[in-house]
């Protein structure tokens, strides 16, 4: 099938070339050809067709799906034509530079120019003619299928690729009826003959004006804020919505510019990504042992999967959930390992004599420590087995890894160990201190890296409200003031990989969360992202929990704060207590017992962190509803994650 229509477009081609040569003497001749040229045409005819045939070959004139034609085919088309023009004038000067007298090179020059010209426009116009014909002439999709009548937000090069996808794919079902731009120069013009209007806070009544249905976002390069803008006044307008990726999943790879879905929680987040120049993540761990402890949690999974983007030589995983554990293997085997060998360890990183077998055996020459405990209200409650699993464990295992010739070690800290008042956060900070107290004496580097709430996490407050939307509401919410920062998994990820290349050997980096956001905000945002209104969902508030804080710090009492040479990473100098004693603590603490209270907990955090404060803030919500257990500003979650 595909050989006969590569021959009918042949034949076709060598009847257009013929034609067009002919025409292209009448026309010079005005219609009257001299006996003398008539025998030229004769002469030169075949030499002609026959050289414009032989370059169609060159540049697959004959092989195009003309349906699809796009711009690609219009430069071979022009480029093939004029490659034959300038064989045939090459041909005619060389002639006459000779002195041959062959009919062909007396044929006149401007007969080639305007046979040039005649077959750019009958093959180009061809082409267009079969394409809109198939665009605007084909058969309806479907009288029963009601098409919906979509706007397009933003009238950029990506709206303009979504507006051909629509028009070229009727069994997407859609219409569209209009582009909407904030940009004043793009009004009253058209794309693919479709008008742009704005602003888009006037989405309503545009929306009312062309009696559209759906609004489609495509503007990948804007900012979590502006997305945050734009849905409000798409929901104002009663408008339901899809969005296209964001230009890093786009640059990626991963995503397509038409690939449609619903506006998600981590689109409220989008942040231009920054990449180091010279790509020194990909240096640091290309063809090195790397090891991850807590592997199966959000955190640990998503720096396997960008870890093993750069081809380490081995990856092992370490996790104490069998079932994380076999989650983590089964969406890391989705990608491909090409040269990297992978290693699955069911171990408890408390348990040291396990830990040094599983170093010894892997010998890493990175070690990635994500494992801890991180839920707040919990820690309050096992304040012990928090010390215990937050800092005490954290520094055995960098002692292990010092003692085995780990060439870098990097911790996973949160921004909750910056002036505590959880149990949580505080131990968090005591093993910051206890690592930065190793780095005194020890080759190896230890990088520690702060960041916020991350988004889609097992202890992300988004969960807890997407399941109460579903649920019909109330969504329960803190307090009207709470305020946290939110960093997207990927994006956390992929700042912590590049600080960990600027690390020197005993660093405290912070990663830029930018602005932060009011807890009933976000709420709000997702029930508009769920298509409900405030009316339908209800918000509750409930009063801040044991070790929650109000707002989050960026920064300890009396810490300096440097720049790097990330704009979004900066490095921090937290004042350190004493090697001795840091050391009579370590004895101290290591005594504890497992079922030690939590005020002794607390005394001893107290002990080695002069800024914790162990104090509830009492902020009172502006109603007094009764205590939901679920109400929180992070979801109860899996102990180690």
């Known amino acids: ?42 002469g030169s005819f075949p030499i002609v067709v026959g050289t414009q045939l032989l370059i169609g070959f060159v540049f697959a004139f004959y092989r195009g799906w003309w349906r699809y034609v796009g711009m690609g085919d219009v430069v071979r088309l022009v480029f093939g034509l004029t490659t034959s023009l300038v064989i045939l004038l090459g041909a005619w000067y060389a002639g006459t530079l000779i002195g041959l007298q062959e009919r062909f090179v007396r044929s006149p020059r401007g007969v080639l120019l305007i046979d040039w010209a005649f077959a750019l426009l009958f093959l180009f116009g061809s082409r267009v003619l079969i394409r809109l014909g198939r665009d605007h002439f084909r058969p309806a999709n479907g009288d029963t299928v009601q098409q919906k009548r979509v706007l397009i937000i933003g009238a950029g090069d990506a709206g303009e690729a979504l507006a051909r996808e629509i028009e070229h794919r009727p069994q997407l079902g859609m219409k569209l009826v209009g582009f909407v731009d904030d940009q004043r120069a793009k009004w009253n013009s058209h794309i693919r003959g479709i008008k742009v209007t704005g602003p888009i806070s006037d989405i309503a009544q545009i929306a009312d004006a062309v009696n559209a249905d759906e609004a489609l976002l495509a503007i990948p390069s804007a900012s979590g804020k502006r997305i945050r803008e734009i849905i409000h006044h798409l929901s104002e307008a009663d408008l339901t919505f899809k969005t296209m990726p964001g230009i890093d999943q786009i640059v990626s790879g991963k995503v397509h510019v038409s690939q449609l879905r619903p506006v998600n929680v981590e689109d409220l987040l989008r942040r231009a990504r920054i990449d180091l120049p010279g790509d020194p993540v990909r240096e640091l761990f290309k063809g090195k042992r790397v090891l991850v402890t807590g592997a199966g949690g959000t955190i640990g999974s998503e720096l396997a999967s960008q870890i093993l983007e750069f081809g380490p030589q081995t990856l092992t995983l370490i996790e104490r959930s069998e079932y994380m554990l076999y989650e983590a293997q089964k969406r890391l085997s989705s990608q491909k390992w090409s040269t990297t060998q992978a290693l699955f360890r069911l171990s408890d990183i408390g348990n040291s004599e396990a830990m040094h077998s599983i170093i010894v055996e892997a010998r890493p020459d990175i070690v990635l420590h994500a494992a801890a405990h991180k839920h707040v209200p919990l ?36 921004d909750k160990a910056i ?47 997407l399941e109460q939307v579903a649920n019909g509401g109330p969504v329960t919410v803190t307090h009207p003031d709470v305020t946290r920062y939110f960093i997207r998994t990927s994006e956390a990820i992929s700042l912590v990989l590049q600080a960990a290349t600027l690390g020197s050997g005993r660093d405290v980096f912070m990663l830029d969360m930018g602005e932060p956001l009011k807890i009933a905000d976000l709420a709000r945002d997702i029930i508009r992202l769920s298509n409900h209104g405030e009316a339908e969902i209800g918000i509750t508030f409930t009063g801040l929990r044991p070790g929650e804080k109000l707002f989050e710090e960026i920064s300890l009492k009396g810490e300096s704060i440097r720049p790097t040479v990330h704009p979004q990473i900066v490095v921090t100098e937290p004042p350190l207590p004493g090697a001795d004693q840091i050391r009579r603590w370590l004895e101290e603490t290591s005594r504890l017992s497992p079922t030690a209270k939590p005020s002794h907990v607390m005394r001893l955090l107290s002990a080695l962190i002069p800024e914790y404060s162990p104090t509830v803030e009492t902020a009172a919500p502006p109603a007094a509803p009764a205590i939901d257990s679920k109400a929180t500003d992070l979801q109860p979650s899996p102990a180690i994650t």
Do not use: W
């Open 1 to 42: 099938m595909a050989g006969a229509r590569v021959v009918l477009l042949f034949l076709f081609h060598a009847l257009v070339f013929a034609a067009c040569y002919a025409f292209a003497y009448l026309v010079r001749f005005e219609f009257n050809i001299p006996p003398e040229h008539l025998a030229t045409f004769k």
């Open 379 to 414: 820690g309050e409650q096992n304040a012990a087995e928090y010390i215990c699993n937050n800092t005490l464990a954290t520094r055995a295992l960098a002692e292990i890894c010092s003692k085995v010739g780990v060439d870098r070690f990097i911790l996973i800290s949160t």
């Open 419 to 465: 002036n505590p008042t959880s149990v949580m956060g505080a131990t968090k900070r005591a093993a910051e201190i206890v690592l930065l107290d190793l780095a005194r004496t020890t080759g190896m580097k230890i990088t520690i890296v702060r960041f916020g709430n991350v988004i889609g996490s097992s202890g992300s407050v988004i969960p807890l409200f």
